[in-house]
């Protein structure tokens, strides 16, 4: 191929990849490795544009293929260190950024990205030493700020960590990473009045913005206007867990003279129907419909900050929340065994990878002392067969699986009434056994989200519950060990 020709073709592909056009650029990559085979710089690029078009495989054959053509060219190990990252391959994607880093030191994006595979293996000093390194040799990586800012709040370190989200708002004060995590921050050290008004930068979250769509065109925004006499349409919004913890403030808002309108996720729907006050519980798919001629509307987790919550005034009327009697006499017949009832809950979603400490999932091998404890019968509550590969060893007592038979969280509200325990990971059920008053023990990530505080085994959303913490970060034995030794004394 003439040079000329070859350095156009590469011109032009970089141009089409820089605005996003992939999947022509690929044509021009193809064309130079006919003629070419193992071009470097070609085998580079079109892997970058088969990344993007969501064919890993094939642009991880490509980057090694030029990493062996061209070994001492720092980009391509750092191409398919990102590539092996995004794959969950941590330790081989670590050992290409750490030779993108020896051949180009001075680069920091090369730094970050090796502190960046060190947070989702959960190793904070390596991970602080990358993106102190990064924001060195850059100042204004304000995305180095953030993540080292999350890093040392996962070691405790709130002032520091709201420092550098503040640090990075003053490179870009529109950068919402930062407004997200200096919220979540601020209310994790319990400064609820300047935290509940921070947390309003998550409107600006792209999945919010496309949630927010379907507000009716006819309520306005509720800021705190009288409301005697008017209607409010509430909006569910993020987790079931969010949702069965603010749910708490609708009788305050029905103190004011309100009408309720309240939207619910479809899962809650047969939860919440019979919550007092509510004067039309509505879904998703009726929002548009039943929410149209209210007078206001408001976000379920802007009600806290509107209505004034410091963590003195926390409201908790517990239970607030109650299953349903003929659900009751149901789960009673269904949850038989001898001595005690604890129920057992231990994965769940993957939260966002990073927010790296809060790895709450509990293996289910951490769990095993446990089962061999007398006296006591167990019961899974996971709704889904997390034990096929995962799972608890068969030599050991198996808890008895409830999770297939549970169809919705108000069969689960009934099924939690019937035991004695629940002993879980920070997840949505948490949140309903406190929600029942039902005693609750949480297996709690040292560095936790921000509701259960820093410290303490007590919580005041929940006074049954009782936390127990991991002392070190990833590590569950400690707790689990507590547990045991609880158990062991009696509940």
């Given at each position: ?27 021009l ?92 293996l ?13 924001l ?6 304000k995305?180095?700020?953030?993540n ?10 709130l ?151 410091t ?107 019937q ?56 590590r ?6 507590r ?9």
């Amino acid at each position: 191929m003439d040079p000329a020709i070859l350095l156009d073709h590469l011109a032009q592909g970089m141009r089409l990849q820089e605005s996003g056009r992939h999947s022509e650029a690929i044509p021009l990559f193809q064309t130079i490795l006919k003629q070419l085979p193992g071009h470097p710089h070609a085998c580079y690029l079109y892997g970058i544009s088969l990344i993007h078009i969501g064919n890993p495989d094939q642009a991880m054959e490509l980057l090694s293929r030029a990493i062996l053509g061209c070994p001492e060219e720092p980009l391509f190990h750092q191409g398919l260190g990102v590539l092996l990252q995004k794959q969950g391959l941590y330790y081989p994607a670590l050992e290409r950024l750490n030779e993108a880093i020896r051949l180009a030191p001075g680069e920091a994006r090369n730094h970050f990205l090796a502190g960046d595979a060190h947070m989702d293996l959960g190793q904070l000093p390596e991970a602080i030493h990358g993106f102190r390194e990064a924001l060195r040799l850059q100042p204004s990586f304000k995305e180095a700020a953030v993540n080292l800012g999350l890093c040392l709040k996962a070691q405790h370190d709130l002032g520091a960590a709201l420092g550098l989200f503040d640090y990075a708002l003053a490179i870009d004060l529109d950068h919402l990473p930062a407004r997200l995590n200096r919220a979540l921050t601020l209310l994790l050290a319990e400064r609820y009045a300047e935290g509940w008004a921070a947390y309003e930068c998550r409107f600006q979250l792209p999945e919010v913005v496309e949630q927010m769509r379907r507000i009716p065109s006819g309520p306005r925004p509720w800021r705190g206007e009288p409301l005697a006499g008017k209607s409010i349409l509430i909006l569910a919004e993020q987790g079931f867990g969010d949702n069965i913890q603010f749910i708490r403030y609708l009788p305050m808002v029905k103190c004011l003279g309100a009408e309720i309108i309240l939207e619910s996720p479809f899962a809650l729907e047969p939860l919440f129907k019979h919550f007092p006050g509510i004067t039309t519980l509505t879904n998703r798919a009726r929002v548009a419909q039943d929410g149209q001629k209210a007078d206001y509307y408001c976000p379920l987790l802007s009600l806290p900050g509107l209505l004034g919550t410091t963590p003195a005034t926390i409201p908790a009327d517990i239970p607030y929340l109650s299953p349903q009697p003929e659900d009751v006499t149901t789960w009673r017949e269904r949850i038989v065994g001898p001595g005690r009832k604890v129920g057992l809950f231990w994965e769940g979603k993957p939260l966002h990878r990073n927010d790296l400490a809060r790895r709450r999932s509990c293996p289910p091998r951490n769990l095993e002392p446990l089962l061999t404890l007398p006296g006591i019968t167990f019961f899974s509550f996971q709704t889904a067969d997390t034990t096929s590969e995962t799972g608890f060893r068969p030599h050991l007592p198996q808890p008895v699986a409830l999770g297939p038979q549970l169809a919705n969280f108000a069969e689960t509200a009934a099924a939690l009434s019937q035991i004695d325990l629940l002993i879980t990971i920070d997840t949505a059920i948490a949140h309903l056994a406190g929600a029942l008053g039902r005693p609750v023990w949480l297996l709690t990530p040292y560095a936790p989200d921000w509701r259960w505080r820093l410290t303490g085994d007590d919580n005041p959303w929940y006074p049954s519950m009782t936390l127990f913490r991991q002392e070190k970060p990833g590590r569950w034995h400690e707790p689990i060990a507590r547990i045991v030794e609880r158990l062991r004394e009696g509940l």
